[in-house]
Every structure is written in structure tokens, then in C-alpha cells.
């Protein structure tokens, strides 16, 4: 598999990871116990076993410290998942934390692609 391919694999993997915010903050929500409450852990459980596979194979392909650089992208899909799902609002802070975060996935995949070339 090229490495473009695992990158975008990578990726997927990572919106998955982060949409179990959305689901922990949808079950912190509801009546505790309920029916709903289970529900939306059980899809938490769910969506980190799949990670948790998907991880394990792909960091056999992938540099460990270009994964973990990477998974800070999580943090980018936690803001749009606020702003679809919770109607949260973007704040200027947010703006700058998400540049700093693009900025550094950048920076590292530039740098290791150097390191591999050179």
C-alpha cells in the first residue's frame, strides 16, 4: 500500500476516534441509565474497538511518530463536530490553536519526508 494511502487510511481512522467525543457528549446528555445513555456509549465502545484494530495495523506501515503527529488532527475534527452537531460557535482562540496544530502536521510530514529522501 503506498504511503498516500496509508496517510488517508490514517485519517479516517482518526475522524472515527473523534467522533467518540461526539457520542461520550450525546450519552452525557441523556436521563443516566437510559436506554439512549447505553446507546451512545455502546457506539463509544464500538468505534474505539475499530480504531484500536485499525491502529494496531496500521502502525505497522507507519512510522509510530508520524501516526501520533498526525493524530492531532483530532483535535480540528473535535471543532467542526462542535459546530455541526452542537451548533458551537468558533472563537478566535480556536482559530489560532487549529493553525498551531495544522502548522505542526505540516512541519513534521515535511521534515520526515526529508529525513526519508535524505
Known amino acids: 500500500m503506498s504511503k498516500l494511502k496509508l496517510i488517508i487510511l490514517l485519517h479516517i481512522i482518526f475522524i472515527l476516534y473523534s467522533l467518540t467525543g461526539v457520542s461520550n457528549k450525546l450519552a452525557a446528555n441523556e436521563q443516566f441509565f437510559s436506554f439512549k445513555f447505553f ?47 452542537f451548533h458551537e460557535t468558533i472563537t478566535i482562540k480556536k482559530l489560532i490553536g487549529t493553525l498551531f496544530v495544522i502548522t505542526g502536521i505540516i512541519i513534521y510530514a515535511k521534515a520526515d519526508g526529508k529525513e526519508e529522501n535524505g
Do not use: E, R, S
Request: without cysteine; aromatic residues 20%; positive net charge.
Open 39 to 85: 446507546m451512545y456509549y455502546a457506539v463509544t465502545i464500538l468505534l474505539l474497538g475499530i480504531y484500536a484494530i485499525t491502529w494496531q495495523q496500521i502502525i505497522k506501515y507507519v512510522p509510530l511518530t508520524t501516526a501520533f503527529a498526525n493524530k492531532a488532527i483530532t483535535v480540528i475534527w473535535g471543532i467542526v463536530w462542535g459546530i455541526v452537531f
